[in-house]
């Protein structure tokens, strides 16, 4: 059993820098991939970063690549999000996930995680 909580989000200007932090808890962290995903208003959860359970593999969306680097210390059992030249279309609800059953790889589809935290929000403003 994981048990994620993500933490960092706040209000900010275009071109400003975020970190999010994720919180796990549990003995299997170590175990698992993670990643990153999104939802604003009105529209479907997306993929944003994943991180292998080593952290020698990672990817990245489109949208956030050169911008976002994803990171993960399995010894404070903590994943990380370093936001930087955020755009108001990053403005979304950024949410935490564990994957199970994979860990030399990461995915990228939202359905292939177990475990998520409850979300925090990012606002940036033009």
């Known amino acids: 059993q994981v048990q994620l909580v993500e933490s960092g989000g706040g209000l900010v200007q275009a071109g400003d820098s975020l970190r999010l932090s994720c919180a796990a808890s549990g003995r299997t962290f170590s175990s698992c991939s993670m990643g990153w995903f999104r939802q604003a208003p009105g529209k479907e959860r997306e993929f944003v970063a994943a991180?292998?359970?080593?952290?020698?593999?990672?990817y990245y969306a489109d949208s956030v690549k050169g911008r976002f680097t994803i990171s993960r210390d399995n010894a404070k059992n903590t994943m990380y999000l370093q936001m930087n030249s955020l755009k108001p279309e990053d403005t979304a609800v950024y949410y935490c996930?564990?994957?199970?059953?994979?860990?030399?790889?990461?995915?990228?589809?939202?359905?292939?995680?177990?475990?998520w935290g409850q979300g925090t929000q990012v606002t940036v403003s033009s």
């Open positions: 991180i292998s359970w080593s952290g020698g593999r990672t």
């Open positions: 996930a564990a994957d199970i059953r994979r860990t030399v790889v990461a995915s990228t589809d939202l359905h292939e995680y177990d475990y």
